[in-house]
C-alpha cells in the first residue's frame, strides 16, 4: 500500500520560521518533492530530495530520512504570501506517477 | 514559452453527462498524466501517457478514459458524470517516463462542477 501523511492544518507569524513534517509508505521510492498551490491555483514546485539530507534553496529548505520515511520542508522568513496549501509528494516507481499526501494549510498571520 | 495548458478553465455539467478536458504539454514534453483534486484534498493520480501509449493508471472506475495525440496533447474523458466527479482535474507535463527522476509541472487545472 501507499500512505502519506502530513498534518492538515498549520497557522504562524509573519517573519517566523515553520517546518511541516511528512510520513511516507510507499511501494517504491524515487523521490520526494514538495509542491506549493495557492487556492485555485496549479500546484508549483519548491523542492526535490532523493538521497538523505537537507536541501537549502533561498528561503525554503528541505529534509530527507529515506530509513525513517520522513521528510520536511522548512520555511523561513515567513511571508504572508507563504499562506497556501504545501503537497508532499513521492515519486515512485509503481505506476510511473506521484503518490500525493493530504497537503497542509499554512496560514501566515501578520 | 508557454508552460501546460489546459482548457476550459471551469466548466459546469448535469449527472450523465459527459465531458472531455484538454491538455497541451510543455514544447518538448512527452509525457502527460492527469490527477484529480477534491476540495481540501491531495491529487489523485488518474492516467499517465508516454509516447501515445498509457503507461499508468490509478484506481479509477472504467467511466474515465484519456488518449494522447502525435503531437503529445492529450484529452481526459469522464462519462456518466456523477456528484462526486466535481473536482479540479490537473494536467502535469514532463520530458521523461520511466525510473528517472521526473521534474512535473502542472497545468492551471479545469474546475468541473457537476449538479
Known amino acids: 500500500g501507499q500512505n502519506i501523511d502530513q498534518p492538515t492544518e498549520m497557522t504562524a507569524t509573519e517573519g517566523a520560521i515553520v517546518q511541516i513534517n511528512c510520513t511516507y509508505q510507499?511501494?517504491?521510492?524515487?523521490?520526494l518533492f514538495w509542491y506549493q498551490q495557492h487556492a485555485g491555483e496549479a500546484p508549483t514546485f519548491l523542492s526535490y530530495?532523493?538521497?538523505?539530507g537537507l536541501e537549502e534553496k533561498g528561503r525554503f529548505s528541505s529534509f530527507l530520512s529515506r530509513s525513517k520515511g520522513y521528510s520536511y520542508l522548512l520555511l523561513k522568513e515567513l511571508q504572508m504570501k507563504d499562506s497556501a496549501s504545501y503537497l508532499c509528494?513521492?515519486?515512485?516507481?509503481?505506476?510511473?506517477?506521484?503518490?500525493f499526501g493530504p497537503g497542509t494549510r499554512l496560514s501566515v498571520l501578520p | 514559452d508557454a508552460g501546460v495548458t489546459q482548457s476550459p478553465t471551469h466548466l459546469i455539467k448535469t449527472r450523465g453527462q459527459q465531458v472531455t478536458l484538454r491538455c497541451s504539454p510543455i514544447?518538448?514534453?512527452?509525457?502527460v498524466s492527469w490527477y484529480q483534486q477534491v476540495l481540501g484534498q491531495g491529487p489523485q493520480f488518474i492516467f499517465q501517457?508516454?509516447?501515445?501509449?498509457?503507461?499508468g493508471r490509478g484506481n479509477f472506475p472504467d467511466r474515465f478514459s484519456a488518449r494522447q495525440f502525435p503531437n503529445y496533447s492529450s484529452e481526459l474523458n469522464v462519462n456518466a458524470l456523477l456528484l462526486g466527479d466535481s473536482a479540479l482535474y490537473l494536467c502535469?507535463?514532463?520530458?521523461?517516463?520511466?525510473?528517472?527522476?521526473?521534474?512535473?509541472?502542472f497545468g492551471q487545472g479545469t474546475r468541473l462542477t457537476v449538479v
Open positions: 514544447s518538448g514534453h512527452k509525457s
Open positions: 509528494a513521492v515519486w515512485g516507481n509503481y505506476g510511473q506517477n506521484f503518490v
Open positions: 510507499t511501494s517504491g521510492f524515487n523521490g
Open positions: 501517457y508516454y509516447e501515445k501509449e498509457e503507461r
Open positions: 502535469a507535463s514532463s520530458s521523461r517516463q520511466g525510473d528517472s527522476t521526473p521534474e512535473a509541472f
Open positions: 530530495n532523493v538521497l538523505d
